[in-house]
């Protein structure tokens, strides 16, 4: 089964399950920040695994379900959960999704994701608007035969994260009360977190947080033409920062700390988009 055939099975797949109109809006949510899709109303739900092109996280914290319903007053996509290239999967698999969006008709993609702070200013509970991003992980979903159906053989990267929507959603935040930062997200493909001089070194070169997703799934929008904003909740300082080792349960624990926060921010967004 070639990957255009995996992509128009997807499509055809949602479609016959949830029914109705499509949302153009779309959001990616991050570990400890599924409980996200459930604020929805309207809800209209199906898993990940009953859906061709569609793999299913090993990863506590990534329930695996797409959801559709309204936030905001706001028709909107939510895929609860996201699977990673430290698990294994090939870029044409972690491409797969965003490329149903794609097809489904979506044109603005809201990533999110937890973090590790790269300095004491990025405390545990920190929201940084993702400014630009860093690939640090020889990690490119686009390598390998390019889709011309979807976007060109070299995308432009220029603007990746979209400036109008960064503006809104910091306007969105101060509307809603909520403190934001912005700064720049380098991506290693992990699993194993970051040394100290790995840590010191994407300080150095500009970043602000690093973490384990997100850039794949900008890198796959932006080649098909799609509108970016992403958000990351740093959850820990980062190793040789922090003063205890890191794990994946602080992770989980601190993104539930800021998930009232992220709660508020998204709804607010979503509520004011164009």
Do not use: W
């Not at 004491?120 to 940084?128: A, I, N, S």
């Amino acid at each position: 089964m070639d990957e255009i055939d995996v992509i128009d099975r997807g499509a055809a797949a949602i479609r016959a399950h949830l029914g109705g109109p499509f949302p153009k809006t779309a959001l990616v949510l991050g570990s400890g920040l599924g409980k996200f899709a459930e604020t929805l109303s309207d809800i209209r739900s199906v898993s990940y695994g009953d859906i061709p092109g569609f793999s299913r996280s090993t990863v506590v914290g990534h329930a695996g379900k797409l959801v559709v319903g309204n936030a905001g007053g706001r028709p909107v996509a939510v895929l609860q959960g996201r699977i990673h290239a430290y698990e294994g999967y090939a870029a044409q698999t972690i491409a797969a999704p965003i490329r149903i969006l794609k097809t489904l008709g979506v044109e603005c993609l809201f990533l999110t994701n937890a973090s590790g702070g790269l300095s004491e200013k990025m405390q545990p509970g920190t929201l940084m608007i993702i400014e630009d991003h860093i690939n640090f992980s020889n990690f490119n979903p686009l390598v390998g035969p390019n889709d011309d159906r979807f976007g060109p053989r070299f995308p432009d990267m220029t603007d990746a994260y979209d400036p109008g929507l960064r503006a809104l959603l910091a306007s969105a935040a101060r509307e809603a009360g909520v403190a934001v930062t912005s700064g720049i997200y380098v991506f290693a493909i992990g699993p194993s977190f970051e040394t100290a001089a790995e840590i010191r070194m994407y300080g150095k070169l500009g970043a602000d947080a690093v973490g384990m997703s997100t850039v794949p799934e900008c890198i796959v929008a932006r080649h098909c033409g799609m509108k970016v904003v992403g958000l990351s909740v740093v959850t820990n300082l980062a190793t040789g920062i922090a003063k205890q080792p890191l794990s994946h349960a602080e992770t989980l624990a601190e993104a539930a700390k800021a998930y009232g926060r992220v709660e508020r921010l998204l709804a607010n967004f979503l509520a004011v988009l164009p």
